[in-house]
């Protein structure tokens, strides 16, 4: 049977997707904030530090005994969780050697990172001291080395 009419569509066409192209770059804006008074503070927005990124530096932290356990090395090469984000890792300066998951034995790296053993403030707090410390410790090891030379 043939129709005399042609069926027409029931949705209307869809409009064309807007692109934001490359020249487009975001206006700093004033940000409102209740800080807890009656009053509004007005912020402006900033761009996060670019994070250290050092290869030798982990390796030479991985290289160190657990900052948590003691357990001798090779160890892992632990990030502070502070700082990170979505798509935003934390300094390599933030590192602290943690014993790795073996057969039978849970890691530090995952006691300390992923279990849920510590709050955030203990775990901050855990993450801070031993960065300073392993800092502190590659620093002492260097000026041992060039004592030597």
Same mark, same amino acid.
């Given at each position: 049977m043939? =129709?005399?009419?042609?069926?027409?569509?029931?949705a209307?066409?869809?409009?064309?997707?807007?692109?934001? @192209?490359?020249?487009y770059?975001?206006?700093?804006? *004033?940000?409102?904030?209740?800080? @807890?008074?009656?009053?509004?503070?007005?912020?402006? %927005?900033?761009?996060?530090?670019?994070?250290?990124?050092?290869?030798?530096y982990?390796?030479?932290?991985?290289?160190?005994?657990?900052? #948590?356990c @003691?357990?001798?090395?090779?160890?892992?090469?632990? #990030?502070?969780d /502070?700082g990170?984000g979505m798509?935003?890792? !934390?300094?390599?300066?933030?590192?602290y050697?943690?014993c790795?998951?073996? %057969?039978?034995?849970?890691?530090?790296h !995952?006691l300390? @990172?992923?279990?849920?053993?510590?709050?955030?403030?203990?775990?901050? #707090?855990? /993450? =801070?001291t031993y960065? *300073?410390?392993?800092? *502190?410790?590659?620093a002492e090891?260097r000026?041992?080395?060039?004592e030597a030379?």
């Amino acid at each position: 049977m043939k =129709r005399s009419a042609p069926i027409k569509p029931k949705a209307p066409p869809r409009r064309p997707v807007k692109t934001i @192209g490359e020249s487009y770059t975001p206006k700093p804006r *004033e940000c409102a904030r209740n800080d @807890g008074k009656a009053r509004m503070t007005l912020v402006m %927005p900033r761009p996060k530090d670019a994070p250290v990124r050092d290869e030798a530096y982990r390796r030479r932290v991985a290289a160190l005994p657990c900052a #948590h356990c @003691g357990r001798p090395p090779p160890s892992q090469c632990a #990030h502070a969780d /502070e700082g990170k984000g979505m798509g935003i890792k !934390s300094s390599d300066l933030d590192t602290y050697p943690a014993c790795a998951d073996a %057969p039978g034995r849970v890691g530090c790296h !995952s006691l300390i @990172g992923a279990s849920g053993m510590f709050t955030r403030e203990q775990r901050r #707090h855990l /993450e =801070r001291t031993y960065a *300073e410390r392993t800092r *502190e410790n590659l620093a002492e090891k260097r000026r041992i080395q060039k004592e030597a030379v």
